[in-house]
């Protein structure tokens, strides 16, 4: 068996037992650890099988996860948040299906192609902020491979901030 049919098989197994388990507790509430010490107990095999598989599925969640958070730390010049205003501005973003770039260093282009690709997974506009720092920076583009970055330093000097 591939390693992708055996970790879909391994997410069916792990549905059935979770059902399971929540069914035989019947009024009693289980923890997410009981939960897992009966999957993890009843699919050791399964789960042996695929480990590397699911040690890397694991790692490339918590990189999304990351690359989804805004940065903590100053980006840019003299440090300067340069998404200070804008809500929900992810770190780094997906682009091209698999390769990760940073938010600061797309151009408008990348930027309005990975909205295009992403708003259409969601109801609802998760995007709204993203959407309006395009917008903003618009009017600063003098080149195609124009940054972010490059383009909230030019708004940020016409507005007499930093530059």
């Not at 591939?2 to 009024?27: C, F, H, M, P, W």
């Not at 938010?103 to 109801?123: D, F, G, N, W």
Request: proline letters at 1%; hydrophobic letters at 35%; aromatic letters at 4%.
């Amino acid at each position: 068996m591939s390693s992708t049919k055996a970790l879909v098989q391994l997410r069916n197994d792990i549905g059935e037992v979770y059902r399971n388990s929540i069914k035989s507790a019947g009024n009693t509430a289980l923890s997410m650890a009981d939960i897992l010490q009966t999957i993890k107990s009843e699919l050791q095999t399964k789960i042996k099988a695929v480990e590397t598989e699911l040690i890397d599925l694991t790692l490339t969640s918590f990189i999304h996860d990351v690359g989804r958070r805004k940065e903590q730390s100053s980006i840019g010049t003299e440090e300067r948040d340069l998404f200070d205003g804008y809500k929900r501005i992810p770190q780094s973003i997906t682009i091209g299906g698999s390769r990760k770039k940073r938010t600061a260093q797309l151009s408008i282009a990348e930027a309005e192609a990975y909205l295009e690709e992403h708003s259409l997974k969601v109801a609802n506009d998760q995007h709204q902020e993203f959407r309006r720092l395009i917008e903003d920076c618009r009017e600063f583009r003098k080149s195609e491979n124009d940054t972010l970055e490059v383009l909230i330093q030019r708004r940020s000097a016409a507005d007499g901030g930093l530059s």
